[in-house]
């Protein structure tokens, strides 16, 4: 079994309103500094396989068809 951590976050120059939002409210909060926060998205995985390429694959297919909007969207994969 392969474990595999994959991130999501929104591209450049794509507006993130809940990252200004969360921006907003740790300043509220009183954390000062606190500048371009964005937000995105982790999905932990088990892939019932031994093959890493394969686990790789499949992910990266996963990626492009479900979890990511490839539009809008990157995404990076880690396998443990």
Known sequence: ???ARVTVTLKNGVLDPQGKAIEGALGA???????????????????????????????KAMCEKLLANTVIENYSIALA
């Open 1 to 3: 079994m392969i474990k």
């Open 29 to 59: 909060l009183g954390f000062e500094g606190i500048g371009q926060v964005r937000q995105g998205k982790v999905f932990d995985l088990a892939v019932d396989t031994a093959d890493r390429a394969k686990a790789e694959a499949d992910i």
